[in-house]
């Protein structure tokens, strides 16, 4: 985008007026100047590129530090994010449309230790004031721009949620506003809204409407069950309505869970949102839709160190975990397989050690073996069965590993005839 050949002379009534050094809590209060100072300063504001032809001197030159945020800023940010984004709230109040607005605003810096500062709270407010006085027209052009902006809601999340609660605009879809909702949303739980800033906002203004939305763009569990739960904690949304959300977000995120996805589960059912039963066909589920290793060893991980799942339970899982041991899966193969050959009935035993004789690593082959060795001898009939696969195992370049395929043969032999009595 080109350079607006009026800049200059808008950017020289910015200053005039007194608005490049101005509070931005007086925002609303400061002057626009005359007829000829507007016309000037809005054709040179209205169009083109400003990002990258600001003053050379806008930043000062007092390159000492001072406390943000929790970090330590240099002054002259200060001092330029404060001049740009007050700029924008110029050209705002001097009439550019809703997209310019958001578009001009995304171009403003707004370092990251004021964006948690005092500072940035008071600039987060101002820029609500703004914009929230130019009317709901200009508020679903500013809100749609604003969102197609990358990161954008980073700096403002509670204007994006405070536009669309003052003027009942729709639920925006968009995954960067469902975002910004979640983090207002947690602050006023926090009691912590009050000090960031921006649009006024209420928790409970269409809860359920954003919750809904939230959870059909599949936001993370971690960050949106405990939203949820304070909102059934306080009457924003009802019991049986989050029973169900919660359902259908952990169901949505079976083929990719998050790494706390077992403690959310775990939580649910001491909560009374979930059945262990269903838990544990959510984990059955998972491990069977998980195409990489990982992916399983998070579910084994939710599932025996939050879920606190017993051999019983691996075992009545049979059927659902052979396909799962068939992968060939080294961590599930070491981790399952002894459970089950210990555990299932006879008839169950071939499938379950043809899928375990899978193991890609020597090390998980012993595991198989050494549980094999270790269950009683089943019938003969089972041992015709799984005998095949003992010897199709490539053990020629590994005595450790021959050894323990003998030792199931040996084993699971044949036994002897008893002599019958004589007649």
């Not at 001092?79 to 958001?102: K, P």
């Not at 949505?252 to 838990?279: F, H």
């Not at 290793?293 to 019983?312: G, H, I, K």
Request: charged share 20%; aromatic share 6%.
């Amino acid at each position: 985008m080109t350079t607006n050949p009026h800049l200059d002379d808008a950017l020289a009534v910015f200053a005039e007026l007194g608005w490049a050094d101005a509070d931005p809590g007086d925002v609303l209060e400061l002057p626009l100047g005359t007829p000829e100072q507007r016309r000037a300063a809005l054709a040179g504001l209205g169009t083109g590129d400003w990002e990258s032809h600001r003053p050379r001197d806008w930043a000062g030159h007092d390159t000492s530090f001072v406390e943000m945020g929790g970090r330590r800023v240099q002054a002259q940010v200060v001092l330029r994010d404060c001049r740009e984004t007050m700029l924008v709230l110029f050209a705002v109040r001097l009439g550019v449309d809703g997209r310019r607005a958001a578009k001009m605003l995304a171009g403003a810096s707004l370092d990251f230790a004021l964006r948690r500062g005092p500072l940035g709270d008071t600039l987060r407010s101002a820029v609500g004031a703004v914009v929230e006085q130019r009317g709901p027209q200009f508020a679903q052009a500013f809100l749609t721009r604003a969102l197609a902006e990358e990161s954008w809601w980073w700096s403002y999340p509670t204007v994006l949620v405070g536009l669309v609660g003052r003027w009942g605009l729709a639920v925006p879809r968009r995954l960067s506003y469902l975002e910004a909702w979640l983090v207002t949303v947690t602050e006023v739980m926090s009691g912590r809204l009050g000090e960031r800033g921006g649009l006024a906002v209420s928790g409970a203004d269409r809860f359920t409407e954003h919750m809904h939305a939230a959870v059909a763009a599949r936001l993370g569990a971690d960050a949106l069950v405990p939203v949820m739960v304070g909102g059934v904690e306080r009457g924003w949304l009802a019991r049986d309505e989050a029973v169900d959300l919660f359902s259908r977000l952990v169901t949505a995120q079976v083929s990719r869970p998050e790494p706390t996805l077992g403690k959310v589960l775990a939580d649910a059912i001491a909560r009374g949102w979930l059945e262990r039963d269903a838990a544990a066909d959510l984990v059955m589920v998972g491990l069977s839709f998980a195409a990489r290793p990982l992916v399983r060893a998070m579910w084994l991980t939710a599932w025996f160190d939050d879920l606190d799942a017993t051999d019983a339970d691996v075992v009545a899982c049979a059927d659902a975990l052979v396909p799962v041991l068939a992968t060939g899966d080294k961590r599930v193969i070491e981790h399952l397989a002894p459970i089950l050959i210990a555990g299932v009935p006879d008839q169950r035993l071939p499938a379950v050690a043809a899928a375990a004789l899978t193991a890609p690593t020597k090390k998980a082959l012993r595991v198989v073996l050494g549980a094999l060795a270790a269950r009683p001898r089943p019938a003969d009939a089972v041992v015709a069965l799984i005998t095949p696969h003992l010897t199709a195992l490539d053990i020629a370049s590994d005595r450790r590993l021959a050894r323990a395929v003998a030792q199931v043969l040996d084993r699971w032999a044949p036994l002897p005839r008893q002599p019958t009595a004589p007649s």
